[in-house]
C-alpha cells in the first residue's frame, strides 16, 4: 500500500473524530455520503453484532425461550436507520467543507471505499472485542497507580 493510499485510508477510518468544524452541515452531498459511509447493510450488521453481545450478557436461563425474536426486533427499534443517518448527518457535515464532502463521496464510491464502508462494523467490533478485556484487566492496576482506588482492602468495621 503506497502511502497517499495510506493516509486516505487512514482519513476515512476517522470519519468526523477530529477535523476542524468547515462547514458543510448545509450541503446536499452530506447525506449521500453519510449513505455510503454507513449503508443500510453495515447498519444491518452492526445491528447484528449489537444484538448479539446484548443477549450474551445475559446469564443462561433469565430469558425466556421465546424472547430472543422479540429482542431482536427491540434492538432494532431501538434506533432506526433514518435516525442514525440524521445523526451522522448533524455530525459529519459541520466537519467537512463541502470540496471534503465532495472528495469522501467520490472516495467512496470506489471499490476501495465500498469495501471500506462494508467492513467498517466488522472492523469496529473487532477492535472493540479486543479493547474490552484488556481495559477490564489493565484499569484497576491503572486506577491504583493514579491514586483513584486504595491499595489495600479497607479495614472491616
Given at each position: 500500500?503506497?502511502?497517499?493510499?495510506?493516509?486516505?485510508?487512514?482519513?476515512?477510518?476517522?470519519?468526523?473524530?477530529?477535523?476542524?468544524?468547515?462547514?458543510?452541515?448545509?450541503?446536499?452531498?452530506?447525506?449521500?455520503?453519510?449513505?455510503?459511509?454507513?449503508?443500510?447493510?453495515?447498519?444491518?450488521?452492526?445491528?447484528?453484532?449489537?444484538?448479539?453481545?446484548?443477549?450474551?450478557?445475559?446469564?443462561?436461563?433469565?430469558?425466556?425461550?421465546?424472547?430472543?425474536?422479540?429482542?431482536?426486533?427491540?434492538?432494532?427499534?431501538?434506533?432506526?436507520?433514518?435516525?442514525?443517518?440524521?445523526?451522522?448527518?448533524?455530525?459529519?457535515?459541520?466537519?467537512?467543507?463541502?470540496?471534503?464532502?465532495?472528495?469522501?463521496?467520490?472516495?467512496?464510491?470506489?471499490?476501495?471505499?465500498?469495501?471500506?464502508?462494508?467492513?467498517?462494523?466488522?472492523?469496529?467490533?473487532?477492535?472493540?472485542?479486543r479493547m474490552g478485556p484488556v481495559v477490564m484487566q489493565r484499569l484497576p492496576v491503572?486506577?491504583?497507580?493514579?491514586?483513584?482506588?486504595?491499595?489495600?482492602?479497607?479495614?472491616?468495621?
Open positions: 500500500m503506497n502511502l497517499s493510499l495510506a493516509r486516505l485510508c487512514a482519513l476515512a477510518l476517522t470519519l468526523g473524530s477530529s477535523l476542524a468544524l468547515a462547514g458543510a452541515k448545509e450541503d446536499p452531498a452530506v447525506p449521500e455520503l453519510c449513505r455510503l459511509v454507513m449503508s443500510r447493510e453495515a447498519y444491518d450488521s452492526m445491528m447484528e453484532e449489537m444484538f448479539t453481545q446484548m443477549t450474551a450478557s445475559f446469564p443462561p436461563g433469565v430469558l425466556p425461550a421465546d424472547a430472543l425474536p422479540k429482542l431482536k426486533q427491540l434492538t432494532r427499534d431501538l434506533v432506526s436507520y433514518d435516525e442514525m443517518q440524521t445523526w451522522m448527518v448533524e455530525i459529519y457535515g459541520p466537519r467537512f467543507s463541502a470540496d471534503e464532502v465532495r472528495q469522501l463521496v467520490a472516495f467512496y464510491k470506489t471499490p476501495l471505499g465500498k469495501k471500506l464502508a462494508k467492513l467498517t462494523p466488522e472492523l469496529q467490533s473487532e477492535i472493540g472485542k491503572a486506577m491504583q497507580k493514579a491514586g483513584l482506588m486504595p491499595t489495600a482492602p479497607p479495614p472491616a468495621p
